[in-house]
Protein backbone atom coordinates (compact mmCIF):
# COMPACT_ATOMS: atom_id res chain seq x y z
CA UNK A 1 0.00 0.00 0.00
CA UNK A 2 1.28 3.29 -0.52
CA UNK A 3 1.39 6.07 1.55
CA UNK A 4 -0.05 8.56 -0.95
CA UNK A 5 -3.01 6.57 -0.63
CA UNK A 6 -5.19 8.63 0.34
CA UNK A 7 -4.76 11.76 -2.11
CA UNK A 8 -7.14 11.09 -4.96
CA UNK A 9 -6.57 14.65 -6.55
CA UNK A 10 -3.62 14.75 -8.47
CA UNK A 11 -1.81 16.15 -11.94
CA UNK A 12 -2.88 13.34 -13.80
CA UNK A 13 -6.54 13.52 -13.14
CA UNK A 14 -6.89 17.58 -13.03
CA UNK A 15 -5.02 18.00 -16.71
CA UNK A 16 -7.94 17.93 -18.82
CA UNK A 17 -9.17 20.84 -16.28
CA UNK A 18 -5.98 22.71 -16.97
CA UNK A 19 -6.48 26.06 -15.89
CA UNK A 20 -9.54 25.68 -13.02
CA UNK A 21 -7.53 23.65 -11.04
CA UNK A 22 -4.17 25.81 -11.13
CA UNK A 23 -6.05 28.61 -10.57
CA UNK A 24 -7.84 27.25 -6.96
CA UNK A 25 -4.02 25.87 -6.05
CA UNK A 26 -2.79 29.15 -6.27
CA UNK A 27 -5.70 30.96 -3.85
CA UNK A 28 -5.24 28.06 -1.80
CA UNK A 29 -1.24 28.65 -1.55
CA UNK A 30 -2.31 32.29 -1.21
CA UNK A 31 -4.08 32.28 1.90
CA UNK A 32 -1.67 29.96 3.38
CA UNK A 33 0.93 32.22 3.02
CA UNK A 34 -0.86 35.40 3.82
CA UNK A 35 -2.00 33.77 7.23
CA UNK A 36 1.20 32.42 8.13
CA UNK A 37 2.94 35.84 7.19
CA UNK A 38 -0.33 37.70 9.40
CA UNK A 39 0.08 34.91 12.41
CA UNK A 40 2.78 36.58 14.31
CA UNK A 41 1.04 39.99 14.28
CA UNK A 42 -2.04 38.07 15.09
CA UNK A 43 -0.71 36.39 18.50
CA UNK A 44 1.37 39.85 19.52
CA UNK A 45 -2.20 41.89 19.26
CA UNK A 46 -3.43 38.96 20.93
CA UNK A 47 -1.07 38.53 23.82
CA UNK A 48 -0.96 42.14 24.40
CA UNK A 49 -4.73 43.04 24.46
CA UNK A 50 -4.84 43.15 28.56
CA UNK A 51 -8.72 43.68 28.47
CA UNK A 52 -9.19 39.79 27.48
CA UNK A 53 -9.01 37.65 30.13
CA UNK A 54 -5.84 35.46 30.37
CA UNK A 55 -8.00 32.13 29.37
CA UNK A 56 -9.46 33.81 26.39
CA UNK A 57 -6.24 34.96 24.96
CA UNK A 58 -4.81 31.66 25.55
CA UNK A 59 -7.69 29.91 23.45
CA UNK A 60 -7.38 32.42 20.68
CA UNK A 61 -4.08 31.59 20.61
CA UNK A 62 -3.92 28.08 20.39
CA UNK A 63 -6.75 28.06 17.93
CA UNK A 64 -3.97 30.23 15.91
CA UNK A 65 -1.49 27.70 15.98
CA UNK A 66 -3.49 24.95 15.58
CA UNK A 67 -4.84 26.66 12.29
CA UNK A 68 -1.02 27.34 11.47
CA UNK A 69 -0.36 23.44 11.96
CA UNK A 70 -3.08 22.97 9.45
CA UNK A 71 -1.82 24.99 6.71
CA UNK A 72 1.93 24.19 6.73
CA UNK A 73 0.79 20.33 6.60
CA UNK A 74 -1.53 20.96 3.73
CA UNK A 75 1.48 22.11 1.62
CA UNK A 76 3.08 18.67 1.00
CA UNK A 77 -0.56 17.56 -0.05
CA UNK A 78 -0.47 20.06 -2.60
CA UNK A 79 3.04 19.52 -3.01
CA UNK A 80 2.02 16.02 -3.60
CA UNK A 81 -0.78 16.60 -5.85
CA UNK A 82 0.84 18.76 -7.95
CA UNK A 83 4.20 17.37 -8.68
CA UNK A 84 3.82 13.82 -6.82
CA UNK A 85 3.30 10.34 -8.99
CA UNK A 86 0.64 9.36 -10.70
CA UNK A 87 -2.26 7.60 -8.40
CA UNK A 88 -3.85 6.43 -11.19
CA UNK A 89 -3.28 2.57 -11.15
CA UNK A 90 -3.67 2.51 -7.27
CA UNK A 91 -7.28 4.06 -7.84
CA UNK A 92 -7.56 1.41 -10.31
CA UNK A 93 -6.34 -1.83 -7.92
CA UNK A 94 -9.00 0.02 -5.37
CA UNK A 95 -11.95 0.29 -7.38
CA UNK A 96 -11.27 -3.20 -8.46
CA UNK A 97 -11.86 -4.34 -4.95
Known sequence: MSRFLLV?????LTDPYW????????????LIFSFLLLLPLALHVIH??????QNVRLLLSS???????GA????P???HQLLGDSTDGQLQLS???
Not at 8 to 12: A, D, F, H, I
Not at 63 to 69: A, K
Request: glycine residues 4%; charged residues 10%.
Open 19 to 30: PLFEIIYAGELL
Open 63 to 69: ILLHGSL
Open 77 to 79: LIA
Open 48 to 53: KHAELH
Open 8 to 12: WLNSS
Open 95 to 97: LNI
Open 72 to 75: VARL
